[in-house]
T-cell receptor
């Protein structure tokens, strides 16, 4: 398997523009997670899906952020309008449902977002 | 109560040393404690994990020690190598929730 695939790997945009990050989870995985990583705040869980259904979006910082999972093999994280403080590395991760709770999360390579 | 506190923030050791990274938690419902390793420019990857029914787990040069009464767990890297230089995250979760709560990370540098 190719692992979790994220695109683009790097994104530079200007404040106010819409940004869409994309993720293809590992085939057959039940869960998909979106994280944001910054030096100041570390790894933050933004939202996660189980079988394409959003389960917990309490980590989404504000209404400018939205995420969708239209099918089992694709998810998007959208920021509209983007702000400089959104600059971070965004990771997507997927996992199977374990018998005793969550199984190993497999992370993608991340998208480095810079908002000027 | 959902936090996982990790220390130190950074660690420098010489090759062959035994770096130790510590984590503490408050939520007694946590029942899964993984460690993730992240190299620059890459996503985190599972290194080793433990459940609270054992006090120690060893995989190669990596060992997790778990103290349930103290609500603490730690990662030991035996005979550390320059290739171990990375950021290490501890995490915790409960089988009733699918979320991993990550610590703040420890940047480890191993010098030859």
């Amino acid at each position: 398997d190719a692992g979790v695939i994220q695109s683009p790997r790097h994104e530079v945009t200007e404040m106010g523009q819409e940004v869409t990050l994309r993720c293809k989870p590992i085939s057959g995985h039940d869960y998909l997670f979106w994280y944001r990583q910054t030096m100041m705040r570390g790894l933050e869980l933004l939202i996660y899906f189980n079988n394409n259904v959003p389960i917990d979006d309490s980590g989404m910082p504000e209404d400018r952020f939205s995420a969708k999972m239209p099918n089992a093999s694709f998810s998007t994280l959208k920021i509209q309008p983007s702000e400089p403080r959104d600059s971070a590395v965004y990771f997507c991760a997927s996992s199977l449902a374990g018998l005793a709770g969550p199984d190993t999360q497999y992370f993608g390579p991340g998208t480095r977002l810079t908002v000027l | 109560q959902q936090q996982v506190k990790q220390s130190p923030q950074s660690l420098i050791v010489q090759k062959g040393g035994i770096p130790i990274i510590n984590c503490a938690y408050e939520n007694t419902a946590f029942d899964y404690f993984p460690w993730y390793q992240q190299f620059p420019g890459k996503g985190p990857a599972l290194l080793i994990a433990i459940r609270p029914d054992v006090s120690e787990k060893k995989e190669g040069r990596f060992t997790i020690s778990f103290n349930k009464s103290a609500k603490q767990f730690s990662l030991h890297i035996m005979d550390s190598q320059p290739g171990d230089s990375a950021t290490y995250f501890c995490a915790a979760s409960n089988h009733n929730t699918d979320k991993l709560i990550f610590g703040t990370g420890t940047r480890l540098q191993v010098f030859p």
